[in-house]
């Protein structure tokens, strides 16, 4: 079974400052995993994601995660906050083991708000 | 958004009435998905099809109906037995389990 908490409901950071958001995974075999990022009314982006290569993952808009197989964490960084990176963000498990229906678990979100 | 078009963004409908929102997708992805997004609550998972003329029901299918007689199109069937259907609504497309998925803009349906 894979199951995925995303650490906080809610991120706040001034802009130019760096954002962190928090991600764990539980899994039975070597998983994937991913970060969606959602602006209002809006379908889900795909940021980056984790197959098994390079543990630290680039991804677009300057944003960043390490693979942290002993501590079963994939944090989302990124040194400079803008403006438009205000956003919900979902962290995402694969264990390609089938679990789940479609072998997907989503995170609930973290809301990341920007102050000017 | 990529090649994925959901329509219409949004809809209304009185209560009782069956709605079908639409998904198409020119990726040429095997697999396609149904996602509920309530807020608070991330995506839940309503039908998933990994090929033609074949679908599988995910977490709560219940009050849910799909079909996929093409590739490219998978409609969602939100029926008058789905007890509380207001919420947005969110397709995909992939190739295939454990893979990433590809989203649509999504639909916003209102019920009263």
């Known amino acids: 079974a894979q199951s995925v908490t995303q650490l906080d409901s809610h991120v706040s950071v001034s802009e130019g400052t760096p954002v962190l958001l928090r991600c764990n995974y539980s899994?039975?075999?070597?998983?994937?995993l991913f970060w969606y990022v959602q602006h209002p009314n809006k379908g889900l982006q795909l940021l980056l994601k984790y197959t098994s290569a390079a543990t630290l993952v680039k991804g677009i808009n300057g944003f960043e995660a390490e693979f942290k197989k002993s501590e079963t964490s994939f944090h989302l960084t990124k040194p400079s906050a803008h403006m438009s990176d205000a956003a919900e963000y979902f962290c995402v498990v694969s264990d390609r083991s089938g679990g789940g229906a479609d072998g997907l678990t989503f995170g609930k979100g973290t809301h990341l708000i920007i102050q000017p | 958004d990529g090649g994925i078009t959901q329509s219409p963004k949004y809809l209304f409908r009185k209560e009782g009435q069956n709605v079908t929102l639409s998904c198409e997708q020119n990726?040429?992805?095997?697999?396609m998905y149904w996602y509920r997004q309530d807020p608070g609550q991330g995506l839940r998972l309503i039908y998933y099809?990994?090929?033609?003329?074949?679908?599988q029901k995910g977490d709560i299918a219940e009050g849910y109906s799909v079909s996929r007689e093409k590739k490219e199109s998978f409609p969602l069937t939100v029926t008058s037995a789905q007890k509380n259907p207001t919420a947005f609504y969110l397709c995909a497309s992939g190739y295939g389990q454990n893979y990433e998925q590809y989203f649509g803009p999504g639909t916003r349906l209102t019920v009263t």
């Open positions: 990726l040429n992805h095997d697999a």
């Open positions: 099809s990994q090929i033609v003329n074949d679908f």
């Open positions: 899994s039975s075999y070597s998983p994937s």
